[in-house]
Structure formats: structure tokens, C-alpha cells
């Protein structure tokens, strides 16, 4: 699993800490979802977690072994990351895709099987060229340009291709619709049954799905727990949700 023991983190010339005093056990397999109001850390958690930057104290193990200790490269390996700002690439539609994890670049099937996954295939299937579209409009004024929440599915299938054992997404589906990322995320907990995952997302219909929820608040986690034992304490959690739920009734 991935443990964050006693962590703080000040971003460098920042005045406050951003993080304080972490203490969180993911256990290996588990999907579980940060939440919390924008600016509590959430993001920062991740580029810990990626080695963006290192804890100004405690530490971040993985398996028992300090995040410090692994190679990067190794740790790349095993990290599949989707940040809200999410690469585009002036390529293939393919190449979008395989650029997960360039040692299988030209494996075509299994290019298709995570566009499947992410629910970029439909799509995909009608453009002129399908997967050997050229996405982007910059080397080619004939490639084809498209939207936000496409780009976010070919992001999604080159998370998916890439076959990490921990995938971390940051507000992956912020542009696609409220039951479209609810679809999505209710393939996700079966495709990631084996992988350990971290999702940031600000709607409650996909984190309620999550095995545990962390809530963030000004850099420490107040509360954390299932979905139903969360709205039972009547915390913090349980006044967003609500909140939310609200404005669908
Ligand atoms: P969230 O993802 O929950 O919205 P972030 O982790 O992005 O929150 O940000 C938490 C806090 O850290 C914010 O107050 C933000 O201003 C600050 N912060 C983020 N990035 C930097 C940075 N590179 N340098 C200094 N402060 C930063």
C-alpha cells in the first residue's frame, strides 16, 4: 500500500505550510478519493505522491519503502497520472494513446482495448481516419481539433494503456457531464479492481463509489471513511454531499 506518514509540505517561498501532519494508509487495490474545498491541498498530495516535490517532513512509503529509494524511472513505471491539465499531443490519434507507455507503442489492439476502456473508441470510430487521425491543428491545418471532454477520454485511454498499478486522477472528467463521468467511473471501479487508485473529483455521484474518502480541509484531513459511514458522523463530508444533492432534487 501507500502510506503518507506525518507529512508537511511548504511549497518553496511560501509562507504557510500547504500540507500538514499527513497521515494516511491506502491499502494496496483500493480506490480512494480526495475531497475538499479548492486550494485544501488535494493536488498537492499528488505531486508528493508523483515526487513533483519532496515532503519537508515525514515521509511517503510505498510498500514499506520510502518513495526516495525508488529509481524515478521506476516510480514512473508503476504511476499512472492524469492531471486536470492533462497532456495533448500533436499526433495520431494512436500515438496519443501509445505514448503511455512507448515500449508498446505499435500494439495496436491494445491501443483499441483502452480507447474501449475510456470511452474514446465511439468516437474515435467516427473520425475520418479513425485511430490514425492526426489530432491538432498546429503541423497540420487538416488534423482535427477536439473537445475538451474527447481530449480528456484520450487522456483517460493513455492512463488505461500505460497499465500502472496506481492510477492518480486529478479531476480527470471535469469537462465531461455529471452521469457521463458516473458511467465512466462505474467501469473504472471494475476495470481498477487490481490497482490502487487516487481520485480527485468534485462530484459526489463518482467519490461515493471511492472504498474510503479523505476530506481536506486548509491542508489536514478532517475526516475519512466510507461513503455511508461518513454521512452517518454528519461531518464535514456529509454537509457537502448534501449540498450537492440538493441542487439535483
Ligand atoms: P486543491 O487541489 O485542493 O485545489 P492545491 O494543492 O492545488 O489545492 O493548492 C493548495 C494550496 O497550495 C493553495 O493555497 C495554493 O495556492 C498553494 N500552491 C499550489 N501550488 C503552489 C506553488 N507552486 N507555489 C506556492 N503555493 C502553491
Redesign the pocket.
Known amino acids: 500500500g501507500i502510506e503518507f506518514r506525518n507529512v508537511s509540505f511548504t511549497?518553496p517561498n511560501?509562507k504557510k505550510p500547504?500540507l500538514k501532519n499527513i497521515n494516511l494508509f491506502i491499502k494496496a487495490g483500493d480506490n480512494i478519493a480526495l475531497v475538499?474545498e479548492?486550494?485544501?491541498?488535494?493536488?498537492?498530495f499528488v505531486k508528493l505522491l508523483c515526487r513533483l516535490y519532496d515532503p519537508t517532513e515525514g515521509e511517503i512509503l510505498i510498500d514499506g519503502v520510502n518513495i526516495k529509494e525508488f529509481s524515478l524511472k521506476d516510480l514512473y513505471e508503476s504511476l499512472g497520472v492524469i492531471f486536470q491539465d492533462f497532456m495533448k499531443y500533436e499526433a495520431t490519434v494512436a500515438e496519443n494513446i501509445g505514448y503511455g507507455n512507448i515500449k508498446n507503442l505499435t500494439k495496436g489492439k491494445k491501443i483499441e482495448e483502452s480507447a474501449k476502456k475510456s470511452g474514446a473508441h465511439e468516437f474515435i470510430t467516427d473520425l475520418e481516419n479513425v485511430y490514425k487521425t492526426h489530432l491538432g491543428k498546429i503541423i497540420k491545418d487538416e488534423g482535427t481539433e477536439l473537445s475538451v471532454g474527447q481530449w480528456q477520454k484520450v487522456a483517460l485511454a493513455r492512463a488505461f494503456f500505460k497499465d500502472a498499478q496506481i492510477m492518480v486522477l486529478d479531476e480527470p472528467t471535469a469537462a465531461v457531464d455529471a452521469k457521463a463521468e458516473y458511467e465512466l467511473f462505474r467501469k473504472f471501479e471494475h476495470l481498477t479492481k487490481e490497482k490502487t487508485t487516487v481520485l480527485i473529483s468534485h462530484r459526489f455521484s463518482t467519490v461515493r463509489m471511492a472504498d474510503k474518502i479523505v476530506v481536506?480541509e486548509n491542508g489536514k484531513i478532517t475526516e475519512s471513511g466510507s461513503h455511508i459511514e461518513l454521512l452517518r458522523k454528519r461531518g464535514r463530508y456529509s454537509q457537502l454531499f448534501n449540498l450537492q444533492a440538493k441542487g439535483y432534487k
Open positions: 511549497y511560501a500547504t475538499g479548492n486550494g485544501s491541498g488535494k493536488t498537492t481536506l
